[in-house]
């Protein structure tokens, strides 16, 4: 059943693609097509052309259409963006389905919201669930962060370790309870774990407007003194939160973002401890499979229309708004189409690239994106032919210098692998994220940058193994990689990689560069991850956050009646709220927070 129903999904998103392109043919022979059937409601016209489908151009589609507004969505590749599935090619056989590649090992965290929100309004075709239901939580404790050199495993910040959360609620005992996780295995000496402990609490206890004001501007590896401490301290408390978790480098990385970041977790695991949500989250499946096809069946349904392999080349300006846009077929050639608003969902490096001068004039916030800064977190997909036994099926390698994470696909899926994917012969998949290409390795000596593809495979199974075979068991046995893959954003010129996707980074006062989903060029806003948004992270939540944001700035300059689409605000620790108040004031005054002792 599940390769039939994988099968009919293939097939199904093969068929749009050919729809794709047959449109695309008509368009060109056309010159001049519409986005979509024009429809009229009131003085505002209706029509939207939406350009990007990963996760903030398909929420800003499902907004528009539930309320009324006729969407078409375009997409230089397949749906989904950086979430979707990627098959590997040539990999079936027998009747099943090709060896799933995915981006990376992909969780989900109990504050998000937004994306939450999102999938419990997608129904699972035949069943009465929705894709919600599709996630599997798991405990913060699950997962696991091997190291090398036979050391016990780390636990970078408060990951891992369970307290009274009414202790917590107190300056002094969180501080007393983050000393003890910082001190445990005894990899950091009382005197740092004391230290990180008050940075901690000096961050929780900032208010809003130190955060912005001074805290945006102050790098992680600054605001917790990591150069002048020891390697431990460097690796748990810098590197393990930044570069392990979200892909940022500790150097160069906002406090105010990373700070926010814990902020959240350290919430979502007081819930958990008091009988709350599980912290994590993962899927049962495929990507494809378990979220993004029931979300693009359900969007047809409610007559969005897709044009994946159309990429958007040329934003039109005609009378100080945007007139029409050039698209470019998967087939070459390119055709003009008009609609009465437009949504760009590209990724950074591509918007920017749209930006005409006249454009960036008409907005001069479109031309502040070019101080943004990108970097690579991309990935690679082993597959095995044995069930893996790595933990609780989701790693955090804190050693590996390329900053490896990964993710075993049956410990979360409950399928027949060898009967649904591959030859027969593949048992499992490892999805592994390379969150650092720019650090040396320790097989070669090169950063990924500079490695052929078979030598980022030699380098990762090294690092993987030196962390998982150190200790006298042999958990990644050799022989056992059947096939494997690398994004296929990653590309090889003969003397370094290329990177097709690469993922915005939140640096030192980077917030003041980013646009806000509402330009002020009239009837054209954004919907990509550099949008100013509460969650501010380049993450599925914080592009659902900036695709709802978008479809309400729209909303808005269209003088609809709809009710506009949910937003929510980043939680804080109530217990703190009269310590951040008081915050607020001394920064005004020019003074430090009361716990920054340096």
């Known amino acids: 059943m599940a390769a039939r129903h994988q099968n009919h999904l293939v097939s199904r998103r093969a068929v749009l693609r050919g729809a794709a392109a047959a449109a695309a043919s008509a368009g060109l022979a056309a010159g001049t097509a519409q986005a979509s059937p024009r429809r009229r409601n009131g003085p505002a016209g209706t029509t939207v052309a939406i350009f990007g489908a990963g996760i903030g151009g398909l929420t800003a589609a499902h907004e528009l259409a539930e309320r009324g507004f006729a969407v078409t969505v375009y997409d230089r590749k397949e749906l989904g963006g950086k979430s979707r599935t990627i098959p590997m090619a040539g990999t079936g056989a027998g009747g099943r389905a090709a060896l799933p590649g995915e981006h990376g090992a992909r969780g989900f965290t109990s504050f998000y919201h937004h994306v939450h929100d999102t999938m419990r309004r997608i129904p699972v075709p035949g069943t009465r669930k929705t894709v919600y239901d599709n996630l599997i939580p798991f405990s913060v404790t699950d997962p696991r962060y091997p190291r090398s050199g ?22 002094r005992g969180l501080q007393r309870i983050l000393t003890e996780v910082f001190m445990k295995n005894d990899l950091v000496p009382l005197p740092e774990a004391i230290h990180m402990a008050g940075r901690v609490v000096t961050y929780l206890t900032s208010s809003e407007e130190r955060r912005f004001g001074q805290w945006e501007h102050v790098s992680w590896w600054d605001f917790i003194g990591a150069g002048t401490r020891s390697a431990q301290f460097q ?35 007081m819930r ?31 007559g969005v ?30 055709t003009r189409i008009e609609a009465d608003w437009y949504v760009c969902a590209v990724p950074t490096d591509r918007a920017r690239a749209l930006w005409t001068p006249e454009l960036r004039e008409l ?23 044995e069930r ?41 998949g490892l999805t592994i ?22 030598e980022i495979y030699q380098e990762t199974w090294a690092q993987l193994t030196a962390a998982l075979n150190d200790d006298g068991r042999i958990q990644l046995p050799d022989g056992i990689v059947r096939a494997w893959m690398i994004d296929p954003g ?52 914080g592009a659902n956050e900036a695709g709802r944001s978008a479809a309400n700035a729209l909303l808005a300059a269209a003088g609809s009646a709809a009710t506009p689409a949910r937003l929510f605000t980043r939680e804080s620790i109530p217990a703190f709220e009269p310590l951040r108040l008081a915050d607020a004031a001394r920064f005004r005054a020019g003074q430090p927070n009361l716990f920054d002792l340096g």
Request: charge should be negative; proline fraction near 6%; glycine fraction near 10%.
């Open 388 to 428: 893996l036994d790595l933990g609780k099926g989701y790693n955090i390698y804190l050693d590996a210098p390329w900053r490896l994470t990964s993710y075993t696909q049956r410990a979360f899926w409950d399928v027949d692998y060898p009967a649904v994917y591959g030859d027969g012969a593949v048992a499992d």
């Open 150 to 171: 036979n050391l016990p495993d780390g636990f970078p910040l408060m990951f891992g370790f369970y307290f009274d959360p009414a202790e917590a609620l107190t300056p």
């Open 305 to 334: 229309r897709f044009r994946p392999g159309e990429a958007l080349e040329e934003l039109v300006v005609a009378d100080g708004r945007i007139g029409g846009a050039r698209i470019r077929g998967a087939h070459g050639g390119s």
């Open 235 to 269: 690796a748990l408390a810098a590197t393990g939160l930044t570069r392990a978790l979200v892909a940022a480098k500790e150097y160069v990385a906002s406090t105010r973002t990373m700070g926010n970041m814990m902020e959240g977790f350290f919430i979502a695991l």
């Open 363 to 385: 907005d001069p916030a479109l031309g502040r994106m070019d101080a943004l800064n990108l970097d690579w977190m991309n990935g690679m997909q082993m597959f095995v032919s």
């Open 272 to 302: 958990e401890l008091t009988g709350g949500p599980k912290v994590y989250e993962v899927l049962n499946g495929p990507t494809n499979q378990a979220w993004l096809d029931p979300w693009i069946a359900l969007l047809e349904d409610m």
């Open 433 to 454: 994220d390379i969150a650092d290409w720019d650090t040396p390795g320790i097989l070669f000596g090169k950063p990924a940058k500079y490695c052929t593809h078979e």
């Open 490 to 541: 990653i590309v090889w010129t003969g003397s370094e990689n290329t990177n097709d996707e690469p993922l915005l980074v939140n640096t030192i006062g980077s917030w003041d560069n980013r646009p806000t989903a509402r330009t002020r060029v009239p009837n054209l806003f954004l919907a990509a991850d550099y949008v100013q948004t509460n969650f501010d992270l380049a993450t599925m939540e």
